[in-house]
């Protein structure tokens, strides 16, 4: 990766795509210039002339002349045969499943004329009912990858399916060792037999999990499952360089149990304490109540001071964390025994040996682990995947299929895996494009997205779920599980393997059942199909010693990016800002604000970054707060260099060799050493202020202070008047807006937002809201309607000036606050606006024609909560925006939701409410002559939340949900956001209350 | 509906009214039909209802589902359309017969019931369709055949009866306006006649008097006047006159133009297939919702798919070279590419449903006589104005609907104007942009 000093204009002349050869000596930049975007250069160029506006002009009378004389001749072309369930302009919804290297997500598809275009959580499943996570949302933008491969290939050719099938099964035929099927985790019951059959076949065959960031040690420690863990029956929770929220395991059903403990009941007010202790600041540790920097060095050390103190009644010492803090740990553990939990990230089979043992005495098994109901949604075997690379080097492995795996790229030892491939006789991928792995393979036999097939998935023991097709195949792929059916000469479908498959646990008539569970999505009856067996390969038991060293790196997943680079080409999901760096398009060197200060290193600077192995990276630095003194972090999943990757073509660089084999087990993170370059590269963050400057933007409070007097946790503005301070609504110069039929309102819980960033990813969908890119996001322009802001806060502070606020302290507290238009009825924005564009509806909505809005752009500088965005671009149907697919090519198009404009260059924009959905609301009530039930009207951030931290309902109903929290919270954690300007916002938060110890 | 004639043909008062008075029982007439079409929409609108024949719901009922689904092949009375005349055909049959016949006709001829093979014989071997009722819901459509009512009504229906009389203002307005012109023309030809008359004798009269009488010089000069033009057309007054009028008519005119662009009032183009909907809506009354399946449910009111044409066509005019178009179209596995009439600029919601069937408001408001129309235009303006004139003036349809109740109280508490469209809001901006 050259990451070294090149600026340039946009992305195409970072590619230097042949549309930017073609277009660079044109001279129409110097006739239509456009501002900013290229800096200084083209910008004193690109001045208009009288002459060139008048020849403008006339061109443009003549344009709008010449196409007033005939309109465009449109097609409406029907249906030849309809579809029964298919009424064009209602969309259908249909249960599956969205699973990816350990997110699960039972999701409901929304189509529209048999396209998806929403996913949204499945209220049916037990698992995650409440909200997705983002990367499930983004997976729909996979499906309409024009880079996706369009047929299978021999030797890197188009060809026949018929002659891939021959061909592999000859070769099958004649195999000459031993066959090795690598995927990523399987949680089909259905797949994993069929591997297993088809396995069968061979004389010596091996099914190897390989997962990126994997849980092999937890597995080892553990027989081979996940423990069960239950947050949600935690008093106390301590985690170790967990992301439990984030990343670790099963993300989104954790942050279910998670926030059951962290919601207050004002009637019975009553919190668990999460003590987390780790190395970079995760999205876990930014909800922690009590947050501990540690070095990866130190993590054995710690556990096993734990484990010593818990069990054998001795002193939590010989650490490096403060010994009253492990103290007093250690005593809120105790203090909850069968109430606590202790969950720990290393992947090294000796620290989670004492992980479990420590569980066992704290009675977590059984209490906040259910040991009946393991998860599976990791498997990966670290031991058996470093032994096939070991075997192909030996020239032992005749045959080699890869699923849902790329080791090539994201394997610690991926050069081994790239030099033993070369002795294997028969490679096949399954990849659905041409990625590191399947260049080198003979045959690419490209898999379906999930939204194509079908499929089977068991998360966690006893809770079934299902995948069907919400389309037909868009190219002439073939799935996974068909390709090996066809390969053993079966002539079933899978569908049909895996209806056999399920006999076994639908009871009952089993059509009716089936039927049953497909629309459903979900099977939930206790009986189990996976088969998941102890490992037989294992890493050698015993602690692994981390070796101190000056610098320790740690390599990390991304709650948005997954670990494998699977979603690498999605430009939703890059766009997405790192939930607390804020960070989007590409990696960084996460350094602590201490060790930037002794090496000189500034934001930006590019670092060398070189690895134990020698190998060396150039990445910028981005000064992390929170980040363990010593220590630097680097996100995995960057670095691609794909033709079949454009979107992430030259985003940040590979960082995967951080991980090193230690003794047979992959641990993530090892030493390495700093070079300060003297370039820069700049990172597009979309939050760079860190402070909300001492106004009451964010509030929180203690759990103490709350269960002494709820009244007391929020501070309320009052204005000074000449009889004595008043709320700042009681001196309107206003007049108030009459509700008669709704008041649509928000209420947003800042205890419960987790800040995964899973609201904007929807909205972004939702609402066809354009990605820029890297360039536009560095100038501020980031279209996303709802934004996640990240406030680091520190005691010390306090009493400090605004330059000292600029700099975060070393482990600051994180708050997360959703910030999206606030519906205010006293908005500042409808006065100002000079054409009346924007301006507020009888239901308490601000509304935003785009059609009328000329850009002047008032409203946005009148907006005092900033969340007003502005078309600087034409980003559809505009080749520089390229990257933004879902409104650039064909079929990226078909993403977008056909009920919200995309609107053109040059307007202003902002969160609408998502008025569509309460219009589609209210049509379906009157359409059934009754009014809108509460519930049945919910925003995309809302319905997509995981912690249900988002209620949006009708605030004209007493009845409803939000009406009822409203006036339960009145006065004691409700408040607006900037009350003293009394714009009266239709949107609440909550304060949010910290457990502090 | 009414307006819209008042606007399209602003002519003179009388005439309007002359319309009106045709029109007005038609018009009563029409809104009838709409409510049925109205009604149709939901099948499962009569579930749970106690069926005992007589009832005039559970008729009424049953006359809204006969007439969405049996009466393109059946009439009520003893006619034979495609399939036989129902009158009194709960005499000749049990009622669970009737029942199982109308769930799946295909069933009960296999297994062998004799009447059934009977009519299917008889029939040419053409098989009902299945339909998905509730038996209630057929026993509401036989109650309406034993009724009467439509073996009654059947011929009065007939082309020029419900549907089409809603038109016959429209038509009066032509009419008279057709007269109104020649009357016109009369006058201005006798005017003429008049003015050439007048000149003629003014200058007998003048010729007379220069010859014959010795007229003195002021006589004279007052009969032999010469009217000198030039000083008109030299006058600044004039001149100025002229252009200004020249330049008011250009603005006007492009003023008048520039708003029109994009407007495509009465835009007809030519379809892929010359379909009539004066011979479907019109001369055979085919309820809209048989074709147009979403106008109730969804935003867009959907074009039929070939297989609805084929529903009929199977067996109907299968000679037609016109009727071969579909076949061909169903055999090479392309969709028809029909031309779209009605383009709504994509920055512009609209829903179907929220107009038919909460709205009430019937197709030819917006769509015009659409049963009289051989070939298709679009007969409203469609801009924003025209929507908005509209809800304004529009008052909501409220009744019986659940949503309105407080809001009705709460309107007429403060408001003594009508509750229209706009009084809920109709009119603001994120109704239709978003």
Sequence with gaps: MQDRIKYWKGIEELENTPEFEKHAHNEFPEFLPINGAEGGESASSGKTHRRDFLKLLGFSMAAVSLASCEAPVRKAIPYLNKPVDVEPGVANWYASTFYQGGDYNSILVKTREARPIKIEPNPSSGLTPLGTSPKAQGSLLGLYDTNRLRYPLIAGKEAKWEDVDNQIKSRLANVNGKVAFVSSTIISPSTKKLIDEFGSRFGNFEHVTFDVNSASGLLQANGGVIPGYDFSKANIIVGINADFLGTWVAPVPFAKQYIETRKINPDNPAMSRHYQFETILSLTGSNADVRVPIKPSEEAALVSALHNAVTGGGSASGTAVDAKLLTSVVKDLQANKGKALVVCGSNDPGVQELVKAINTAIGAEGATIDTAAPYYVKQGNDAAMLRLIEEMNAGSIGAVFFYNANPVYNHPLAARVASGLQKVGLKVSFADRVDETAKLADFVTPDHHYLESWNDFEPKRGFLSISQPVISPIFTTRQMQDSLLAWSNQSTDFYEYMRSNWRTVISGNFNEGWEKAVHDGVLENGTSLLKVSAPATTAPSGIRKVQPSAIEAVVYEKVAMGAGGENSNNPWLQELPDPVSKATWGNYVAMPRLMAEEMGVRQDDVLKVTFANNESIELPALIQPGQANGTVAIAMGFGRDLDAMPVAKGLGANAYSIATVNNGAVLYTSGVKLEKTNATSPIAQTQTHHTVMGRIVVQENTFANYKENPKEVTEYVRIATHEGPVKPATISLWDDYEYKNHHWGMVIDLNSCIGCGACTMSCNVENNIPVVGKAEVLMRREMHWMRIDRYYSAKEHEPKDYAEMEHPADNPTVIFQPMLCQHCNHAPCETVCPVAATMHSSEGINQMAYNRCVGTRYCANNCPYKVRRFNWFAYANNDKFGFNEPMNNDLGKMVLNPDVTVRGRGVMEKCSFCVQRVQLGKLEAKRENRRPKDGEIVTACAQSCPTEAIVFGDMKDPESRISKILARQQGERAFHVLEELNVQPNITYLTKIRNLA | ?434
């Design chain 2, 1 to 434: 509906m009414i307006s819209c004639i008042l606007k399209t043909q602003s002519k003179i008062l009388y005439t309007f009214l002359l319309a009106l008075v045709v029109s007005f029982g038609a018009f009563a007439q029409a809104s009838e039909q709409a409510e049925v079409a109205q009604k149709g929409v939901d099948p499962g609108a009569t579930e749970g209802a106690e069926v005992t024949t007589g009832d005039p719901a559970v008729i009424s009922a049953g006359e809204a589902l006969f007439k969405n689904n049996c009466a393109v092949c059946h009439s009520a009375g003893s006619d034979v359309i495609v399939g036989p005349g129902l009158q009194g055909v709960t005499k000749k049959r049990s009622e669970s017969w009737l029942i199982s016949w109308t769930k799946n006709s295909q069933a009960l001829i296999q297994s062998g019931d004799a009447d059934a093979v009977a009519i299917y014989n008889e029939f040419n071997k053409q098989a009902m369709p299945s339909f998905a009722f509730s038996d209630d819901e057929i026993k509401s459509i036989f109650a309406y055949i034993d009724s009467g009512k439509g073996a009654v009504s059947a011929p009065v229906a007939g082309p020029e009866g419900a549907v089409a009389g809603e038109n016959v203002g429209t038509d009066a307005v032509g009419a008279i306006g057709g007269y109104l012109d020649i009357v016109l023309v009369v006058l201005i030809i006798v005017l003429i006649v008049l003015v050439v008359t007048l000149l003629l004798i003014t200058s007998l009269l003048k010729n007379y008097l220069n010859k014959n009488r010795q007229l003195n010089e002021y006589d004279a000069e007052v009969v032999n006047q010469r009217f000198d033009f030039s000083k008109v057309y030299k006058s600044n007054a004039v001149r100025t006159l002229v252009v200004l009028i020249f330049v008011v008519v250009l603005l006007d005119l492009t003023i008048e133009k520039t708003m029109g662009i994009g407007i495509q009032q009465g835009y007809a183009p030519k379809q892929p297939i010359a379909f009539s909907h004066k011979l479907h809506a019109g001369e055979h009354q085919i309820d809209c919702n048989y074709c147009h399946t979403t106008v109730y449910e969804s935003k867009s009111a959907s074009i039929p798919s070939a297989n609805i044409c084929m529903n009929c066509h199977s067996q109907v005019k299968t000679e037609s070279a016109e009727i071969q178009k579909i076949y061909r179209a169903i055999e090479r596995n392309e969709p028809i590419q029909w031309v779209r009439i009605h383009n709504l600029p994509d920055l512009a919601y609209f829903n179907h449903s929220q107009h038919t069937q909460v709205g009430g408001v019937e197709c030819q408001t917006c769509h015009g006589p659409i049963q009289e129309m051989d070939v298709v235009y679009q007969y409203s303006p469609l801009t924003m104005g025209w929507c908005i004139d509209c809800h304004r003036e529009t008052p909501l349809n409220t009744e019986g609907n659940g949503y309105y109740d407080k809001l009705v109280e709460l309107h007429e508490s403060s408001s003594k104007g009508a509750f229209t469209v706009s009084s809920n809001g109709g009119s603001e901006c994120s109704k239709c942009h978003y």
